[in-house]
């Protein structure tokens, strides 16, 4: 017996009925040879991390556009965030925590630059729209590894797809990634915001926060107790009707007093306006697209299509770069 069935034995000793075992996983679109060592979602997580997709989410705004200060989230550190309250969880209820790290390392991978703002601006340049769940698959199933894609496993992709408020993904692991994203960026967009000098802890409704706590740490602590103390033993991920109101309710004034806070916003018509220019141009001159992105059109990939998954690629930092590049006249230096 070689290391991994080991290992798939050992989830199938003292993992919890309703986790997901590596065993039992659908498998992958393309048929594989297993690994010796890792069973198949601890390998779809070391594909997600290696990735450049992963690698680009480091410059990719969470809330606040660019900023200066090194301590406000960025979506990388917000998608570490979500894998360790997701982990945390999973771990707790006996689940799979290969599967809940994959598809919390993956969730993301398919934003924009410039966050939320910038998936409207393809929203409304793309014909066929265009939504970060969808693209983060579109990207490991198409775009990665040269066009190959990383044929992860039916659970990991289905988690993925799912992390968005109105989905429901097939394992109890994407469903708690689902939720860990929520508690992740509830508690760190509150933190970002008083950082920011958005609010202050006590513009928050107090009706929540005697319910959730305090301040952010206490209010994380609060959830992640009650969705394993509400979970344990039961084929679903839970919460209490009163800490989920609270929750909810604590998200709905984060939509209306930070989300869409005009000082927090002031950024965003630019960034938009930035994105559909670089669309517009690349329309017109399509052999601007670097090699990588000739290629699927030489295939028969709709133009369009590529413009698309090319911007989306783009972190802040190249977005503002290739439009500098292209509009923004250069001094004679000689
Ligand atoms: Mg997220």
């Keep these: 017996m070689n290391i991994r069935e080991k290992q798939e034995q050992w989830e199938q000793?003292?993992?919890?009925?309703?986790?997901?075992?590596?065993m039992n996983s659908k498998g992958r679109e393309k048929p594989e040879m297993p690994c010796d060592i890792r069973p198949i979602y601890q390998r779809d997580r070391d594909r997600i991390l290696h990735s450049k997709a992963f690698r680009r989410l480091k410059d990719k705004t969470q809330v606040f556009f660019a900023p200066l200060g090194d301590h406000y989230r960025t979506r990388l550190t917000h998608t570490l965030e979500v894998s360790q309250n997701a982990r945390t969880i999973a771990k707790a209820l006996r689940l799979n925590e290969d599967l809940t790290e994959a598809i919390a390392l993956g969730h993301d991978l398919g934003h924009t630059p410039f966050g939320h703002a910038g998936e409207h601006a393809l929203d409304l340049i793309c014909s066929h729209g265009f939504r970060h769940y969808e693209h983060s698959i579109r990207i490991v199933e198409k775009l990665e590894n040269k066009g190959q894609g990383l044929n992860l496993s039916v659970e990991v992709r289905d988690g993925i797809l799912n992390h968005q408020t109105t989905g429901r993904a097939m394992t109890l692991e994407g469903r708690i990634v689902r939720l860990s994203d929520k508690i992740a960026y509830l508690h760190h967009d509150i933190d970002d915001a008083i950082r920011g000098k958005v609010l202050t802890e006590e513009e928050l409704p107090k009706e929540f926060r005697d319910i959730l706590g305090h301040d952010?740490?206490?209010?994380?602590?609060?959830?992640?107790?009650?969705?394993?103390?509400?979970?344990?033993?039961?084929?679903?991920?839970?919460?209490?009707?009163?800490?989920?109101?609270?929750?909810?309710?604590?998200?709905?004034?984060?939509?209306?007093?930070?989300?869409?806070?005009?000082?927090?916003?002031?950024?965003?018509?630019?960034?938009?306006?930035?994105?559909?220019?670089?669309?517009?141009?690349?329309?017109?001159?399509?052999?601007?697209?670097?090699?990588?992105?000739?290629?699927?059109?030489?295939?028969?990939?709709?133009?369009?299509?590529?413009?698309?998954?090319?911007?989306?690629?783009?972190?802040?930092?190249?977005?503002?770069?290739?439009?500098?590049?292209?509009?923004?006249?250069?001094?004679?230096?000689?």
Excluded at 13 to 21: D, H, I, R
């Design 13 to 22: 000793t003292y993992l919890s009925k309703f986790a997901s075992l590596s």
């Design 216 to 334: 952010p740490r206490s209010r994380l602590n609060c959830i992640i107790h009650d969705i394993i103390t509400m979970s344990e033993g039961k084929p679903d991920i839970l919460m209490s009707p009163e800490i989920e109101k609270a929750m909810f309710g604590l998200r709905a004034f984060m939509f209306e007093n930070v989300y869409t806070n005009p000082k927090v916003k002031k950024e965003e018509k630019k960034c938009k306006d930035l994105l559909i220019a670089l669309f517009e141009h690349y329309k017109k001159n399509i052999e601007d697209l670097p090699e990588e992105y000739q290629i699927p059109i030489r295939r028969g990939e709709q133009e369009e299509q590529v413009i698309c998954d090319y911007i989306a690629g783009m972190t802040d930092h190249y977005a503002l770069h290739q439009f500098q590049e292209l509009y923004e006249p250069k001094a004679w230096s000689i």
